[in-house]
């Protein structure tokens, strides 16, 4: 591996450096969610999202110029990147790819090139012998719908696909509040409906502590409520995953939730959602 390549990988939890300065566009990490290494790709090295999240933990900060997204590359990156991982005297020794996962620095359903991907890592995952590596896909929704991808993801899905759904809101409101999209808030749902309805999906759901806002029991109410709406619906959710934060967000009155509350939300929505659901909390290192 290439020095400055090398000393600018962090195997924390809490810096999850995209590489994209040395015009890479997959990185590997250490991923509190996957428990182990992931490898993620970056479909939006320009970090242009439809959402602008008051927790984004984004840098944008700094700008990336030139970095064209490609499949020879990202497959050709992929590649390197599970050799290392594979060979027990490289940079990795003791740890296990958990899974490649389209993430990025923002909404990988606005690029062209995904459903080709998804075809391409179901490839890949064959080809290398992959076993027990996932293949994730991170949306907020926005192009979840598009008919091109539609026609995919039953083979991604076949190949351990997952498809990891941004859901930090209840209602129009808190849409408006939290993801500050410009999106209409119908046609996030519709999305959801559409896609959800045909595969099962993992809600993926950031609390946190906003503008000093005290936690009470009962603050996640309307987010069970609302969840327990799309199951009745036929919305087919195989988990849900809540987090708090764990890097800086872009907005300062964002604050991670304790342990001590990450635990309480965790009791509170597993009596009230039949459910399976995961917890991770800030940087704690608390099990999952
Ligand atoms: S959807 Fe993700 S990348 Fe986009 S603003 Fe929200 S947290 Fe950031």
């Known amino acids: 591996m290439p020095d400055p390549i090398q000393k600018a990988i962090s195997l924390k939890v ?5 590489l994209s300065e040395f015009n890479r566009l997959v990185y590997p990490v250490v991923s509190r969610r996957a428990g ?23 840098d944008r900060t700094t700008e990336v110029k030139g970095l064209e997204v490609n499949l020879k590359q990202i497959t050709e990156e992929l590649e390197y990147w599970i050799k290392e991982i594979k060979d027990p005297g490289g940079s990795f020794a ?3 790819l958990k899974d490649v996962s389209i993430a990025g620095d923002g909404e990988p359903t606005l690029c062209k090139l995904l459903p080709n991907l998804l ?12 076993d027990g590596c996932k293949l994730v896909l991170f949306t907020n929704g926005t192009n979840l719908a598009r008919p091109e991808l539609q026609v995919v993801l039953p083979e991604f899905y076949k190949n351990d696909g997952q498809i990891w759904f941004k859901l930090d809101f209840w209602d129009q409101s808190s849409f408006h509040r939290i993801n500050r999209s410009k999106i209409a808030y119908s046609k996030i749902l519709e999305n959801l409906n559409t896609v959800g309805k045909k595969h099962p ?3 993926q759901s950031c609390f946190f502590s906003w503008n000093n806002e005290a936690y009470i029991p009962t603050l996640y109410d309307p987010y069970v409520d609302f969840v327990k709406q799309l199951q009745k619906s036929g919305v087919r959710i195989e988990m849900i995953q809540v987090y708090t934060l764990a890097r800086r967000p872009a907005e300062p009155s964002a604050k991670p939730w304790p342990d001590e509350v990450m635990d309480n939300i965790h009791e509170s929505l597993s009596s009230k959602l039949d459910l399976k659901l995961s917890i991770i909390y800030s940087q704690s290192g608390k099990p999952q």
């Open 14 to 18: 809490d810096s999850h450096p995209r």
């Open 36 to 58: 182990g290494i992931s490898l993620g790709i970056n479909l939006n090295p320009g970090k242009t999202c439809t959402y602008n999240c008051v927790y984004c933990q984004v």
């Open 94 to 96: 003791d740890q296990v």
């Open 119 to 130: 075809i391409e890592l179901a490839a890949i995952k064959k080809r290398l012998r992959l």
């Open 201 to 203: 999906v993992i809600f």
